[in-house]
């Protein structure tokens, strides 16, 4: 005689969302914001563990959304002082290594959130991959917010994206054995780009996950002004992403030590990549704020990049931009 097992909804829940032993997550942090704690408990229920580091904005150990995270389990490292993305994200990955030896990382910005079910998506690719011969280096979210990530070929049987997120990348360890971690002399913009580039240097697929999404931040966006009038271009109104001038010095001082770096090799890729930053620069340039600041950091970005000048920006010039 059959008999009938009724499933509640949350056990239903709890079998189809259980964490991964495999995988840890590692999220930088500054200034943490106060919804952070929500998103780690919904990071939870797809990994074992939460790494989360500050990167020198609590030295003293007084964050509220900090303690709160401690209280939570997750484990907490703060930086002595403002090292950049790249840092963070490498301390909190040596903390996961030392600590529960995953198989896999996934990192992750404060703002950023994982869709339910995106680790074991990911996770399925990387295997599907992996058994089909391709070498997988790190497995990438297929869309953010809901909209598609531009691809370096749509025709791939495993498509790989075209410049994929340091956010919701998920890295086997297998690839920081053979890669290294990520490049700190960069301080915030094109870590993603660096390693990407990196890894397909060294013969690695930097793909997307079969329905991974995302969701994150897309940033201020303002009205791109030109004379008091709301520019249009082919009857749609245009807005410009508005960087403070700190960020177009490193997007532009990173962007040319790419291309110095690994031009050779990638040269349509990365004429494609400059040309994107190109525009964003003249946008902002017009129609942005701190139109004088941006200019300064934009020569001086420049400047630096040829020049092979990295790390953090020099406090004082940082300072005179910003004015």
């Known amino acids: ?16 969302h259980q964490s991964d032993p495999r995988v840890v997550a590692v999220i930088s942090a500054f200034h943490p914001p106060q919804d952070l704690p929500e998103r780690v408990k919904q990071l939870n229920r797809q990994v074992i563990h939460t790494v989360v580091v500050d990167d020198g904005t609590d030295v003293e150990q007084t964050s509220s ?11 907490v490292v703060r930086m002595r002082e403002n090292a950049g993305i790249a840092a963070a994200l490498n301390e909190g990955i040596d903390v996961a290594l030392s600590a529960w030896a995953p198989d896999f990382v996934v990192t992750l910005d404060q703002d950023s959130a994982l869709d339910d079910g995106y680790i074991a998506a990911a996770l399925e690719t990387y295997a599907e991959a992996s058994a089909d011969g391709i070498e997988v280096g790190l497995v990438s979210a297929q869309s953010h917010n809901g909209r598609n990530v531009a691809l370096l070929s749509r025709r ?30 960069l301080f915030i913009d094109c870590v993603d780009t660096e390693y990407n580039l990196r890894l397909r240097s060294l013969g690695l697929a930097t793909l997307v996950g079969k329905g991974c999404n995302m969701t994150h ?30 960020r177009v010095y490193y997007m532009t001082r990173n962007n040319i030590h790419l291309w110095r770096q690994y ?30 600041g941006q200019y300064r950091a934009f020569a001086r970005g420049f400047r630096d990049g040829w020049l092979g000048r990295l790390g953090k920006i020099d406090p004082g010039f940082e300072r005179k931009i910003s004015a």
Not at 65 to 75: I, K, N, R
Not at 232 to 238: S, Y
Not at 269 to 292: P, T
Request: no cysteine.
């Open 1 to 16: 005689m059959e008999q009938s097992i009724w499933v509640s909804e949350k056990e239903l829940y709890d079998v189809t």
């Open 65 to 75: 959304v900090l303690q709160e995270l401690e209280a939570m389990g997750s484990t």
């Open 156 to 185: 791939a049987r495993f498509p790989e994206a075209f410049d994929a997120l340091q956010s919701g990348a998920v890295i086997p360890v297998s690839t920081l054995r053979t890669a290294g971690m990520l490049d700190a002399r």
């Open 217 to 246: 931040a897309l940033g201020r966006a303002q009205p791109m002004m030109l004379f008091g009038w709301h520019v249009a271009i082919l009857g749609r109104k245009r807005h410009v992403h508005s960087h403070p001038p700190f």
């Open 263 to 292: 031009g050779a090799r990638f040269p349509v890729w990365l004429i494609r990549k400059l040309r994107f930053q190109l525009e964003s620069d003249v946008f902002r340039m017009l129609y942005g704020a701190n139109r004088k």
